[in-house]
Structures are given as C-alpha cells and as structure tokens.
C-alpha cells in the first residue's frame, strides 16, 4: 500500500534560517509526491509535486523539496524560513484517483 | 479555494441527529472528494464522486453517506452523528486529465462540525 510518514509533529526554526520538514514513502512504481500547506482555519493549498524528472522541485512562496529514492524521501526547504511560513505542511502521494496525506508538521518559525 | 464553497461552515449537532454538508463547485470538475481532519491523523478520505450518482468509499467511511445529483454539488451526510465525528471536513476537486483525475486537488475552506 502506499503511504507516506512525516516522523515530526512539530519543527521550530528562527527567521532567516533554513527549514527543512521530512517525509519519506512508501510506494510501489513510480511515486507522484506532493506538499500541501495549510494557514489557520483555511483549507489546504497545493505547494509543489514531484512526477519525474529533475529531483529538485522548485514550488510555491519559495519553497523546494528535493526526491531521494535511495532514502526514499522528499523533504520540503526553505533557504530562509519567514514568520508568515508558520503553518501546518502535509505530504502527500498520489495512488489510483486518490491522494494519501501523511498526519502533518506544524512548522513555528519565530522572530 | 479554488471556487469551491462549503457549507456551513461551522455546526454544532447533539449525538443521533442528522447531519448534511454541502459542497458546491462552480468549474464543473468531475471528482470531488471528502475529507476529515483530525489531530494526528492528517486528512483521511471518507468518500470521493468520479461524476454524478458514481461514488465510491474511502478509508474512513463508515456512519457517512454521499451524494451527487449535480456536477456542482457533492453532500455528506452523517445518517446518526456521534462524538467521534466531531472533526473538520474538507472538500477537494480534481481536474481531469484523458478522462482521470489529475495528481492535484484543491480545497474548499472546511467545516467545523461539533457533535455533542
């Protein structure tokens, strides 16, 4: 089955530092990888995906995840975290009509 | 959001009673799905439409039902709401891509539903 893990439930960063929010899978083929970000009381918004090609992804406000198959990971970064980054991240793989979230990473960047 | 509403948008019920959510969308995308958010848990799929009156279940279906009469509209209904489904539902759409749902979905704003 596939799935997804994100192994932190919270990360806290200082401005102007790098960020960096893990997730590893678990699927069988190809992984379509995802990062969605939810702000407080919105729904969530799609940050980028990985299909194939180039490993580095760049997305949304900044933000890139780099696909390692080896490790089998997709971790999202952030060169220099921002307050307004604080939120709630998910990953996501696509599998048959469907996306499986993983339980989320609350990200805290503080002044 | 995407031009996807959901309503209401906030709801307080008593245990045993009916519950119905809407989820309206206004670019005619052919799937649409439910979701529930809960603390540790993520976003887990109730039940998704692949079109009108086409329906199947998710991960978390049980004491859910859905229904879609119109493209645009796609309800939840909770036939007999219990405390365990005190949570936050979103919805989503995926375009369609030769005739599949594309990798990437959009949410609607979510409703809080209390069950007391």
């Known amino acids: 089955a596939q799935s997804v893990a994100q192994p932190e439930d919270q990360v806290n960063v200082a401005e102007g530092n790098p960020l960096t929010v893990k997730c590893t899978y678990s699927v069988s083929g190809n992984p379509y990888l995802f990062w969605y970000v939810q702000y407080p009381n919105r729904g969530l918004q799609f940050l980028l995906k990985?299909?194939?090609?180039?490993?580095l992804v760049k997305g949304s406000y900044g933000f890139e995840a780099e696909f390692n198959k080896s490790q089998t990971s997709f971790h999202l970064k952030k060169p220099s975290a921002l307050v307004s980054d604080s939120a709630l991240y998910f990953c996501a793989v696509f599998n048959t009509d469907k996306l499986i979230f993983g339980t989320g990473t609350r990200l805290q960047v503080f002044p | 959001d995407a031009g996807i509403t959901q309503s209401p948008r906030h709801k307080v019920t008593e245990t045993g009673t009916p519950v119905t959510l809407r989820c309206h969308q206004t670019?005619?995308?052919?799937?649409m799905y439910w979701y529930r958010q809960d603390p540790g848990h993520g976003l887990r799929l109730i039940h998704y439409s692949y079109g009108v009156k086409d329906t199947d279940k998710g991960e978390v279906s049980d004491g859910y039902s859905v229904s879609r009469s119109k493209t645009e509209d796609f309800l939840l209904t909770l036939e007999s709401a219990t405390s365990s489904q005190t949570s936050v539902y979103f919805c989503a759409i995926s375009p369609v891509t030769s005739g599949r749902a594309t990798d990437t979905q959009y949410f609607g704003p979510g409703t809080r539903l209390t069950v007391l």
């Open positions: 990985y299909i194939t090609g180039d490993n």
């Open positions: 670019e005619n995308h052919r799937y």
